[in-house]
Every structure is written in C-alpha cells, then in structure tokens.
C-alpha cells in the first residue's frame, strides 16, 4: 500500500509498505479522508514543539472497516469509523482520573505515532467510534476538531446562560464557538482580522462576529453584550498579544481559556492576572464524552463543519495541499486529503 511520509521541512515522500496485519482488539480502515490540522502545518515547517521527523501524519481521519479483529465486538466490515487519536498508559495519575488526554505518556496518532495518511489502517478498536448512516465521510473527518472545541467549552466554568468571546476565527476557533452555543451560552463573539472568517463564522450561526483590526476589543463586546459584558474568553489564536487583550478586558474573577498552540513563548501580564483572580486553563484535545458529543451534535446539527470545507486533494497531491494552504492562509480552513 502506499504511504506518505514528512520527512523533513517541507518535504512529503510517497513510499510503498506491506498493508498491515491486524492483532485480535484491532480493526483495519480503508482510509476516505484525513484533514490537515493546524498541528500538521506547524509540523511540516519544522515548528511543532511535540513531533519530530520522520512522521506519518493523519490523526484526523475517516474510512470503511475492511477488517476486523477476533477479539472486537460490535464493529463489522463495511461501518464507516472514525478514530480518536490517542494512546495512553491508563495508570498514571491523569488517566486514573479520567483524564487521559493528559496522560503522562500521551502519544498521539499522526503526531508521535504512525498517523492515518495511508491507504490501509490499523487502530485499536477502543479509540473507534461509528459514524452515523447520515454522514458522510468527509465530514466524519472533521470530527476530531470539532471536539477541541466541545472539549475546551467544559473546561472552565460553565457556559450555559454566559456570554462567550472567541478569539480566533480559523477551524478551533470556528468549532470552539459553535460548541459554545450548541453547549448553551447565551451569546457568542468571535473575533478576527479576517472578514472572510468572520462571515464564514456568521454562515455557522455565530450571532456576533468582529473585526478587532477595525474596532477594538471593548467595542465589540459593548455592541455585542451591552452593559453585561463578556463572562469568558477562549483564546484560539496562540499568541502572547491575545492573552493579554483577554487580559483586559475580561470581568475580574473570570476564566481564561487558552486554547492556541504557541509558536514561541509569549510575554503575559501575569500582574492583572495574580491581581484580578483570572483563571488562565489550558484545553488539550477531548476525552471520550466529548467526542462522541461531538458526533451527535454534528448529527443534529448543532455544529457544523461543511461550510469549514475549503478545498479536497487526493491522496497522490498530498505535497500540494500544503502549498495551497500557505498560499490562501486566510480562505484556508479546513483541507481534506481523500484517497
């Protein structure tokens, strides 16, 4: 089968493997289609602080079982899956608290682990979940961002009845606000410097949206939430300059959620933050309720992913599909690889 490889800065590399041979609690995909994260573009220039070369990418995925294992049960060939991608250790700390998204020895699937970009695939049948019969297998691959994003709606206070301001309007920021509401907020905000985003954002029912390049800050939350203000901030960016705007112009007493990846370590006013009590929380991936109300709500339709949808490559321009990523950084959200 045919495999693609980052082997280095920039550089994808087609090869030919044995198709795998699964063991009893595995299953074996077909692989439709994997998306290219916002981890894989920081990976393919040499810039993610967690993965390394040579790697396999693909942790966000979609396929047909074609195989399936003597020891699993309630899968069958032909159920169209989906995976989360993690593999933990089920006995430090974190993972005796359910908490195995931060495990102490998390590897994860595309990232630290052979990933999903390539023709045939093995997984564990514990990370499968089965897609809907509505849902196609393109959208199936979008499911494990949309999961970031219920994943950090839950972990500060709760967002029922609040008013939420996103930062960042790019696929987690996107996923993170639609979360937000399908969770119960009373109003959302999402910011950009990015009209093209923002309307998309509008486009998945995001009722406020703001141009912080045009307005400031303070103006779109007053146009947005009045005299009430915003009650929580996520912050989807992954600079110093946005932490610090929630900083600002946060409520005192209230919850930073930090949901960017950072390039590089980034200056915070940490004198407001130790003075007004603000919670700063990091949001890494999901667990295993999130994902699957992940599902149902993008079943529902309560988040949605298709508008998200920027461009499809097959599996053979797979070099390309990054190269057009960096040449339409701002219409780019989503690209889907389908084989």
């Known amino acids: 089968m045919k495999q693609a490889i980052l082997t280095k800065p920039e550089t994808i590399e087609f090869s030919e493997i044995e198709k795998p041979v ?21 990976a393919y220039y040499g810039k993610h602080p967690f993965m390394s070369f040579p790697i396999r990418l693909g942790h966000e995925m979609a396929g047909e079982i074609v195989e399936v294992g003597a020891d699993v049960k309630d899968l069958k060939v032909g159920d169209l899956v989906t995976a989360m991608p993690q593999t933990f250790c089920h006995e430090c700390e974190p993972c005796k608290e359910g908490r195995y998204n931060i495990c102490n ?7 630290q682990t052979p990933g999903a970009a390539c023709e045939y695939f093995n997984v564990d049948s514990a990370l499968i979940k089965k897609i809907p019969e509505s849902m196609s297998a393109r959208t199936a691959a979008t499911i494990e961002p949309a999961a970031v994003g219920v994943h950090a709606v839950r972990r500060g206070q709760s967002v029922v009845g609040k008013n939420v301001v996103v930062m960042g309007a790019g696929t987690i920021g996107n996923v993170t606000a639609q979360a937000a509401m399908a969770e119960g907020a009373k109003a959302v905000l999402i910011t950009d410097f990015s009209d093209y985003r923002l309307e998309l954002a509008k486009s998945c029912g995001i009722p406020f949206a703001a141009n912080t390049g045009k307005v400031t800050m303070q103006e779109a939350i007053k146009e947005a939430f009045g005299d009430e203000g915003a009650d ?5 960016v992954g600079i110093g300059a946005t932490v610090n705007q929630a900083i600002e112009c946060s ?5 930073i959620i930090i949901v960017g990846v950072y390039g590089s370590t980034p200056e915070i006013n940490m004198a407001w933050v130790q003075d007004r009590e603000f919670r700063l929380i990091g949001s890494l991936m999901y667990v295993d309720k999130d994902f699957q ?9 309560k988040i949605n992913m298709e508008p998200l949808v920027s461009k499809v490559f097959p599996f053979d321009q797979y070099p390309e599909a990054f190269k057009y990523i960096e040449q339409n950084k701002d219409t780019s959200l989503k690209i889907l690889i389908e084989m």
């Not at 929580?232 to 989807?236: N, Q, R």
């Not at 109300?293 to 079943?299: E, F, G, H, R, W």
């Open 22 to 42: 699964i063991q009893p609690h595995e299953i074996l995909m077909k692989v439709k289609n994997i998306g290219i994260c916002g981890s894989d573009i920081h």
């Open 105 to 111: 020895t998390l590897d994860v699937i595309g990232c």
């Open 232 to 236: 929580i901030f996520f912050e989807c």
């Open 251 to 255: 409520k005192k007493g209230h919850d």
């Open 293 to 301: 109300d992940t599902i149902d709500y993008m079943a529902a339709g």
